[in-house]
């Protein structure tokens, strides 16, 4: 397990870098992004070990390895539009912003999207739209999307998400299948899916529509 004190330890980085999370534009965003202040106050001292920490509502924050590993799947460059499903803390949030241009982020849990939307207006990030409701049908509004990620663990894509993705567009998804959690990325090449399991999940449900019933 990555174990740290805070984001200026170079240990942050190197743990990480074994692990194979070796883009620079990925840790320099690991770097700059205070992991601490998306934290509950007592268990700040914990922000930077590997495992997934309670935000409330019965829901966590993942693992900073999963969110550096993530993050980097989706291959990402500044002019990316990109959509992510379940908000939490905000933290996954806070690093696309300062990886692209404009990041939409949408939760079911009113409460939590409010209080992202307070941490990261305090830490002067401003191109990410926040929108309460059903992720699993995402927001059409605004599609495609370069790119999407779920932070929340799936039963299988939603339909309605891969609608969603641009044609030649990258999805990070966890999905559980006979009760186990992997990490995929998804391709849309010529409008078919392709997938690749690239690691072992520990997330907290999807909840929606397209997603599990509860
Ligand atoms: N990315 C977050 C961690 C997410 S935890 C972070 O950086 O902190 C998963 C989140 O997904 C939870 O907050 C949960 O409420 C949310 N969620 C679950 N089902 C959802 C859905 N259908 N639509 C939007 N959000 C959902």
Known sequence: MVNFKNSADGTVEQALVSK?????NVLYALRIVPREKFVEEPLKE???TGAPLPIGHNQTISGIYT???MTQSLCLNKSHKILEIGTGSGYQAAIL???CTSVFTIERIRDLSLKARDILGKLNIHNVTFIIGDGTIGFKEYAPY????VTACS???PEAL???LSEGGIMVIPLEMSGSQNIFVIEKKNGKMYSNNI???NFVRLIGKNGFKS
Request: no cysteine.
């Open 20 to 24: 194979g999370v070796t883009d620079k």
């Open 46 to 48: 914990l922000s930077y």
């Open 67 to 69: 969110v550096a590993l």
């Open 97 to 99: 912003s300062t990886l």
């Open 146 to 149: 370069d790119r999407i990620i």
């Open 155 to 157: 039963p299988d894509v």
């Open 162 to 164: 891969f609608a969603q």
């Open 199 to 201: 690691a072992p999940a």
